[in-house]
Nanobody
Framework: QVHFVESGGGLVQPGGSLRLSCVAS????????MGWYRQAPGKQRELVATITIGGSTGYADAVKGRFTISRDNANNTVYLQMNSLKPEDTAVYYCNYYTSRGDNWGQGTQVTVSS
């Protein structure tokens, strides 16, 4: 069983920044890809950013140039630095680990961008 601890969410004004963290522990297996997804009220969950074991990254068009994903392989941790936040970034953010044992999801952390 995999246990996740997500942190860093909260309320921020437009233009502000937040840094999300996700730490995994337990029977993780080999981690291939880490990612962040988000789900806004009434909408489907969508991909935000991914990072491979080799460090290659990918981003949704809506966050390119504003968000940065990074990882600490030694500590099974993935980060999402979010800058220039907009109200449309408001959502529950979930980390995802695609591993040799399957797909694993964090519990989610709320990000609210509002003045």
């Amino acid at each position: 069983q995999v246990h996740f601890v997500e942190s860093g969410g909260g309320l921020v004004q437009p233009g502000g920044s937040l840094r999300l963290s996700c730490v995994a522990s337990g029977s993780i297996g080999a981690i291939y890809i880490m990612g962040w997804y988000r789900q806004a009220p009434g909408k489907q969950r969508e991909l935000v950013a991914t990072i491979t074991i080799g460090g290659s990254t990918g981003y949704a068009d809506a966050v390119k140039g504003r968000f940065t994903i990074s990882r600490d392989n030694a500590n099974n941790t993935v980060y999402l630095q979010m800058n220039s936040l907009k109200p449309e970034d408001t959502a529950v953010y979930y980390c995802n680990y695609y591993t040799s044992r399957g797909d694993n999801w964090g519990q989610g952390t709320q990000v609210t961008v509002s003045s």
